[in-house]
């Protein structure tokens, strides 16, 4: 079959590699319908985090199963399935926790050794603790099988914000971060019952976005400019709860800023620098709050799939850009330009 491989910074391939076969009882090998193209991926691609030559990469898709292990109690060939970003077993403790991510049999697409949801078929360690069962109808639905990819990934990123930022009914929310997850976070604070919810972006068709997922303000200024943005539309407290969907120094920095004391900062960015950007000082004076990191998706899936699939949520606009496999190498640097928000690769 074919996959996307990564070869050095800004090097993608779209290469043969063997098939995907049943290597433990508890397997499922899934042929991709969709995938695509995180904004995490870039932190790769842009050398940000190391990878060894020819590694796989890709971490989000759906598809049908193909072939199941004889341990396999969930699946059989023809289900159509989607996978959350990391698998796991779905039997020890953190798994019963809806912590899936800390799974110790668990792990990342893409890993030395194991497939990446940018390729043909992938073969999933723990299918049953892993994959969530789609109705079968949805395979002939263009749309909804976009929407439904989002919960591979950004759509539960950006819940795990909300829930980390604390949101509530009547919750005023702040979003830094215009990417998929940052727009993802916007629609979850929504459906959380966010009364208000600032979005921090320049970009015009990232802010619309952002505006139909509900956001009810939109801050275009950066830096200190926003900060005092948000202060002025929230009587100079700031945001009840505030999503930071970026990583950086600044953007921690950022969310901290426009958090109103006894507030919280949901954080999903992954971190790069953002650490440097927290001041604890600051944090312990007004009482603010961090919670977050790697979303446990796979917990959060049954809800939100619920939820799209009786059309209270609808995260398929993030997709603005749909590629082939071999369309691949070029849905990354339209990322990485941001020509593109987020891309759909159609095997
Ligand atoms: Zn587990």
């Known amino acids: 079959m074919r996959a996307t491989t990564i070869h050095a910074p800004f090097d993608m391939r779209v290469e043969e590699v063997p098939d995907p076969v049943v290597q433990e009882p508890t397997d499922v090998v899934v042929r991709v ?3 695509c193209i995180c904004g995490s991926d870039l932190w790769a691609y842009r050398g940000e985090s190391a990878r060894q030559p020819g590694q796989r990469i890709g971490h989000e898709f759906l598809g049908v199963v193909e ?11 023809g289900d159509l399935v989607v996978a959350p970003f990391v698998w796991s077993d779905g039997t020890c403790d953190h798994c019963a926790e809806g912590l899936q991510t800390s799974c110790p049999r668990g792990g990342f697409w893409g890993s030395v050794g194991s497939d ?25 639905d263009d749309r909804l099988l976009t929407a439904l990819l989002a919960l591979s990934d950004v759509m539960g990123t950006g819940h795990h914000a909300a829930l980390g930022a604390g949101v509530r009914p009547g919750s005023t929310v702040a979003v830094v971060g215009d990417g998929a ?45 926003a900060e005092a943005a948000v202060r002025e539309l929230t009587r100079g407290q700031g945001a009840h709860g505030v999503i930071e969907a970026v990583g950086t120094e600044q953007s921690m920095r950022t969310a ?25 000082s600051v944090m312990f004076d007004r009482n603010i709050a961090l919670r977050g990191g790697v979303a446990p998706v796979r917990a959060y899936l049954p809800e939100l799939l619920a939820d799209v699939l ?19 190498p070029a849905g990354y640097r339209a990322m990485d330009e941001r020509t593109a928000l987020k891309v759909l690769v159609k095997p």
């Open 33 to 35: 319908l969709r995938a």
């Open 67 to 77: 072939e199941t292990g004889s341990e396999v109690r969930g699946f059989t060939a």
């Open 116 to 140: 990446g949801g940018q390729g043909e078929a992938v073969r999933v360690p723990f299918g049953d603790g892993t994959l969530v069962k789609l109705p079968a109808d949805a395979a002939s």
């Open 181 to 225: 997850v940052g727009l993802c976070g916007v629609l979850a604070a929504k459906r959380l019952g966010a009364e208000r919810i600032i979005a921090l972006g320049r970009h015009t068709a990232r802010t619309d976005i952002a505006r139909l997922f509900g956001a009810t303000d939109v801050v275009a200024e950066r830096g200190e400019a």
């Open 256 to 280: 901290v800023n426009i958090t109103r004391d006894g507030g919280s900062v949901g954080y999903v960015g992954v971190p790069h620098g953002s650490g440097t950007g927290l001041d604890l």
């Open 310 to 328: 009786d059309g209270t949520i609808d995260p398929s606009p993030v997709f603005d850009l749909t590629v082939d496999l071999d369309g691949v």
